[in-house]
């Protein structure tokens, strides 16, 4: 049944209102699919924390205009379903590059990264990238190995002078 143009309006509203918000946006090539296998997808954007919907591309279109980004969703081919990501960058590439390792027929068309069409060879490079949790223990990690060796030093220098002293008292008893 097709949509009422309120309906329609209602669906670019909300749009707007996350493409305005989004960090980044992944386009999901889903051809070939069957619905039980876009369903098991749904679930795994629910857990990642990105929304996966499927939106016409004329109401794409006038959604991206309202929320000032500069991209023509007809310049990607085929159908496509769209991966929004609110929270972080890499979720919505990384939900979509793991989903393509057991579905070969999911392929990424593209996305939208920093307010600016990106191809699928960028949209794959970010997705091999760390989570931004990886990275941050990485970051603490590096922080705290001088540290680390530093009182590792210090506390051998401190095991050396009780190895004296213990050496001493075995040798006056």
Request: proline share 2%.
């Amino acid at each position: 049944m097709a949509k009422t143009k309120e309906q329609k309006k209602q669906v670019v509203e909300k749009l707007t209102e996350k493409f305005s918000k989004m960090k980044s946006l992944v386009f999901l090539r889903y051809e070939g699919l069957k619905v039980s296998d876009i369903e098991e997808f749904r679930k795994k954007c629910k857990e990642a924390g990105v929304e996966y919907t499927v939106v016409k591309k004329t109401l794409m279109d006038l959604a991206m205009k309202n929320a000032n980004l500069d991209i023509d969703a007809k310049e990607i081919e085929g159908n496509f379903g769209i991966v929004i990501g609110l929270d972080d960058e890499i979720t919505p590439a990384k939900t979509v590059y793991d989903y393509m390792k057991t579905h070969e027929e999911a392929e990424i068309a593209g996305g939208v990264l920093w307010g600016r069409l990106a191809d699928k060879a960028e949209v794959v490079q970010l997705a091999q990238l760390p989570s931004k949790d990886e990275l941050l223990a990485k970051i603490v990690g590096s922080i705290n190995a001088p540290v680390y060796g530093f009182v590792n030093v210090l506390a051998g220098n401190l095991r050396g002078l009780v190895q004296a002293l213990n050496s001493i008292k075995e040798n006056k008893q």
